[in-house]
C-alpha cells in the first residue's frame, strides 16, 4: 500500500513522496555515497508524476516508509499502537490468497504457516472482514494513517490464479475492497508465466477501477539486471489490458558484506536497469517519468546486513530520486537503522 507526489497509483494512499523537496536538501551529501553512475536520469530530482488516466484519480500524497505486516504470523499486531511508537502511518498488511472455490478470497493462516494454529484463531482469519490486525485499520485512518491489503504472496495462489469464472476475480477483488473500504491495494505478483492469469487479473483490476478511485501497486523480486523478461511482459500486458498499475515494489534481496562492487551501488544499477524496463511497460517517454512509479523494498537476511550508514544512503537515494516509498521485508533491523527508515521522507 500510500504515496507522495508520486504517481498516480498507488498505495497505501500509500505511498507516494511525502515531502520529497524537505528531505533532498538535508541529504544531498548522504546520497554522494552512491557511485555516480546509480544516479537518476538528467533532469529534476524529484520527477512529476505523469497523468493519471481519466477513470483514476491523482494519488494524495502520503508517507515515505510504508511499514509490512505479515498478518499470520503477528496476528496481535497493533496498528493505531505501532503508529503511535514509531510514527509509521502507512501499512501493507498480507496476504490475501485463494480459497474455497477458487474465487473466496481468504487471509493466510497461522494453520497454512505451522499447522499449530487453533480452530477459533484459524477460523477468525479466513474471513476478508475477520482479520483481527486489518480490523484496526479505522483506528489507524483515526490517526491520518492507512493501509492496503496485499493479494497473493508466498502461502497460497493470487486469485487470479485459480478465478476462471467470468465476473467472478472483479467480484471478489470488490469484495476485499469493500470490507475494508481500501483506496489502494498490493499485488505479490508470483504467476508472471500464466498469460490467461495475468489477463484475468488486468481485466478484474480495470472493472474494478472503472467504479470506484482505486490505486494498486505490484510488487515484485529485483534482479541483478532489472526483472525477469517474465515479469516485466507481464506489466506490459497488464497495462494494454487497461489496468493503471500506478507503482511497481521492487523486492531486493540485500547482498553479504563480503560482495565485490559495493553492495549498494549494484542494488542501485539493478533499480536502474527495472526503472527502464517498467518505462517501457508502461509506454512512459520523458525521462523522468518511471521514477515516482518505483518503490523499493529491502530484503533482509540478517539484522546487521543494513547499517545506520546504509539507511541514510537509502533514504537519500529514494529521495533524489523521487521513489513513492520505502519498505523492508524480512529479518527485523537493529533499532536505530529502523528509526532512520521511519523517519525518512522520501
Not at 197 to 205: D, E, G, K, N, P
Not at 330 to 346: H, Q
Request: proline share 10%; aromatic share 4%.
Amino acid at each position: 500500500m500510500p504515496r507522495h507526489k508520486r504517481e498516480p497509483g498507488l498505495l497505501p494512499r500509500p505511498l507516494a513522496v511525502l515531502a520529497a523537496l524537505a528531505l533532498a536538501a538535508g541529504t544531498a551529501a548522504v546520497v554522494r555515497l552512491l557511485p555516480a553512475d546509480a544516479t537518476a536520469p538528467r533532469g529534476p530530482a524529484a520527477a512529476q508524476p505523469p497523468a493519471a488516466p481519466p477513470e483514476v484519480p491523482e494519488a494524495e500524497p502520503s508517507a515515505a516508509f510504508v511499514a509490512f505486516v505479515d498478518t499470520a504470523r503477528e496476528p496481535t499486531f497493533d496498528l493505531p499502537g505501532q503508529a503511535r511508537r514509531t510514527g509509521v502511518r502507512w501499512y501493507t498488511l498480507g496476504h490475501l490468497v485463494a480459497g474455497g472455490d477458487g474465487c473466496s478470497p481468504k487471509w493466510s493462516s497461522p494453520l497454512d504457516l505451522a499447522g499449530s494454529a487453533t480452530p477459533a484463531r484459524t477460523a477468525s482469519l479466513l474471513d476478508p472482514g475477520r482479520n483481527p490486525v486489518a480490523n484496526r485499520i479505522g483506528r489507524l485512518r483515526a490517526m491520518g494513517g492507512d493501509a492496503a491489503p496485499v493479494f497473493g504472496g508466498p502461502d497460497g495462489p493470487e486469485l487470479a490464479a485459480t478465478c476462471t469464472r467470468p465476473g467472478g476475480l472483479a467480484a471478489a477483488y470488490r469484495r476485499v475492497v469493500g470490507a475494508f473500504g481500501a483506496g489502494a491495494v498490493d499485488f505479490e505478483v508470483r504467476d508472471s508465466a500464466d498469460r490467461a492469469a495475468v489477463l484475468r487479473r488486468a481485466r478484474a483490476i480495470h472493472a474494478v477501477q472503472r467504479e470506484r478511485r482505486l490505486r494498486v501497486s505490484f510488487t515484485l523480486p529485483l534482479r541483478r539486471g532489472g526483472l525477469a523478461a517474465a515479469d516485466a511482459a507481464m506489466l506490459r500486458a497488464t497495462h494494454e489490458a487497461g489496468a493503471d498499475v500506478g507503482t511497481v515494489n521492487l523486492l531486493a534481496p540485500v547482498e553479504p558484506r563480503s560482495t565485490r562492487g559495493g553492495r549498494l551501488g549494484l542494488l542501485a544499477e539493478s533499480v536502474r536497469a527495472a526503472a527502464a524496463q517498467v518505462a517501457r511497460a508502461q509506454g512512459l517517454t520523458e525521462p523522468g517519468e518511471v521514477w515516482p512509479r518505483l518503490a523499493l523494498t529491502p530484503v533482509l537476511a540478517d539484522a546487521g546486513d543494513l547499517s545506520e550508514r546504509d539507511a541514510r544512503t537509502l533514504a537519500g537515494y529514494a529521495a533524489r530520486h523521487g521513489l513513492a516509498w520505502l519498505s523492508l521485508r524480512g529479518v527485523t533491523p537493529k533499532p536505530d537503522v529502523s528509526r532512520i527508515l521511519w523517519r525518512s521522507p522520501a
